[in-house]
């Protein structure tokens, strides 16, 4: 059975990947592929404003960012 929800007429499914990620990997959202990826080699980076992020390289080899609270 496929798992999902109805949004009005029609039928959106889920997908849920079976695993997952182990512990001291960081999920980010890569917008070269549109969707969630592991990120490698992150390291904590605080940006011009202030605000703390981890960067890392994305699957793709692209630069990732995930906005994170300050430690």
């Known amino acids: 059975m496929t798992t999902g929800f109805k949004k009005g007429k029609k039928f959106i499914p889920t997908s849920r990947k079976k695993g997952g990620i182990s512990s001291g990997q ?14 490698h080699n992150t390291h904590p980076v605080v940006l011009k404003n202030g605000r703390h992020a981890i960067a890392g390289i994305g ?13």
């Open 26 to 39: 960081v999920m980010g959202y890569n917008v070269k592929l549109r969707r969630k990826d592991v990120m």
């Open 59 to 71: 699957s793709d080899g692209t630069k990732m960012f995930k906005f994170v609270k300050a430690p």
